[in-house]
């Protein structure tokens, strides 16, 4: 068999490959035998036909099986043989076969990227404090009061701003009726239409009504809308006024807890653990920040163009879960663009970067630790370890969750090697715009 092997791209090779009269004929012998085995042809016992018999029922068959067959042994002997390491399965072109004569085709295919593997031990990565200040607490704990806030009827006074209104009120743009709703609550805050809406509102008792203009905001949905003057009428039925519950044991035990002291300590364990989470992911940025930093290396093409798309969808998804309309999704995800195609350069340099020290450093997955996995995942979603397994399957999702799993040793292998210093403050490193849109959490 003769291979010649050039570069195409930057990781793609092109393999034109040769095979030799004797191994067609070769592989012609053997088809036609397993075909002989289940032949069944008049005047002759299965098994038993002749070959030129059995060429002449069989040849349309033999002939596209032997193609296939030796294509694709040659094609993996071609890439055992020359230590290529494939990302994705061929394109296969060129094809001239001729019958025991000859046969000669083209395969075209992504490979791993070729580069130095420079020394990723002793990374400076910044660890922020996860040291969790009584500020923070009592930021969720007014968080606590507002949630389980009262709200009383005013009716020794008219609105003023900060009170709550409950209304029937529509409004309207160029004459024509935007909305309509009975029974709204509306707030009378002093920010709300730039305070415009509480201005016009305060004073006002319950039964009366008022009509007033409004620009509406620079930002505003629908879109369409935004900066036009809005007509409002607005028939007011009750006014209320939100009181905070008292931070003390009353109110502990109406979120499930004995008292304010258990109460505060479980703030401060679940905002530790929050941020230790954080901490740990600023690291690990840090980490692939830095190793793709120092070693920029090729990607294959196809895999780049197919993990920008998978990210513009995933963007594209996100946006319309939070109520953008398809066209509007579809606009926001194109301003993305520039930030998707260096994330998705990004994560896949970072893939075969950490998959070279993971397969350097002899780092693997035990399967205790896959199932110690699916069972932290088994609790979270109330099924026990068989049932999570079967979805992963079913999924094709089980290799994901591997490479989730062996990432994370990877990265713990280069923290544990890498020069940490502790920072003060709130971040180690700045967060990137958009960063919850663009999920870099995908996995390959």
Not at 147 to 159: G, L
Not at 259 to 285: C, P
Request: proline fraction near 4%.
């Amino acid at each position: 068999m003769k291979v010649d092997i050039t570069d195409k791209a930057k990781c793609q090779k092109t393999l034109q490959i040769e095979v030799p009269a004797q191994v067609i004929i070769a592989e012609f012998e053997q088809v036609y035998a397993e075909i002989r085995k289940t032949a069944q042809i008049p005047g002759f016992r299965k098994g038993k036909a002749p070959q030129d018999v059995l060429e002449q029922h069989f040849s349309a068959k033999a002939n596209e099986e032997v193609l296939n067959n030796l294509v694709n042994n040659t094609y993996r002997q071609a890439v055992a043989d020359n230590k290529l390491k494939p990302v994705a399965s061929p394109q296969i072109s060129d094809i001239d076969f001729k019958q025991e004569e000859k046969l000669s085709f083209t395969a075209t295919v992504d490979v791993r990227p070729e580069y130095e593997l420079k020394d990723y031990k002793g990374l400076k990565i910044k660890k922020s404090s996860t040291t969790v200040g009584p500020e923070e607490v009592d930021r969720v704990l007014e968080a606590i009061r507002e949630q389980n806030a009262n709200f009383s009827p005013v009716e020794d006074r008219p609105a003023k701003i900060g009170d709550y209104i409950i209304s029937d009120y529509s409004y309207s743009v160029e004459e024509k009726t935007v909305e309509e709703k009975s029974n709204a609550w509306l707030w009378l805050d002093e920010k709300i239409f730039n305070g415009e809406l509480g201005r016009q509102m305060a004073g006002v008792k319950p039964g009366e009504e008022r009509e007033f203009d409004l620009e509406l905001p620079e930002k505003f949905s629908p879109e369409e809308l935004a900066k036009k003057t809005a007509h409002f009428k607005i028939r007011v039925k009750e006014i209320k006024e939100k009181k905070l519950s008292e931070l003390d044991d009353d109110l502990a035990r109406r979120v499930g807890k004995d008292s304010l002291a258990e109460l505060r300590e479980q703030i401060v364990s679940e905002l530790g653990e929050e941020k230790k989470n954080r901490v740990r992911q600023e690291m690990k940025d840090q980490v692939v920040d830095a190793l793709v930093k120092m070693m920029p290396v090729d990607v294959p093409e196809t895999m780049r163009e197919q993990r920008e798309r998978l990210l513009r969808e995933n963007a594209k998804n996100r946006l319309s879960q939070q109520g953008l309309k398809p066209e509007q999704a579809q606009a926001e995800t194109e301003t993305l663009k520039p930030m998707i195609e260096q994330e998705a350069l990004k994560q896949l340099r970072s893939f075969f970067i950490l998959e070279d020290i993971g397969e350097k450093e002899a780092i693997e997955v035990k399967e205790e630790e896959l199932l110690q996995r699916l069972d932290r995942i088994g609790v979270s979603s109330n099924q026990n370890r068989e049932q999570v397994l079967k979805y992963f399957q079913e999924n094709n999702m089980l290799e994901n969750l591997h490479w989730d799993i062996w990432e994370n040793k990877i990265i713990d292998f280069l923290l544990a090697n890498a020069q940490i210093e502790e920072v003060e403050g709130k971040s180690a490193s700045e967060p990137e715009a958009d960063k919850q849109t663009v999920n870099k959490e995908e996995q390959l």
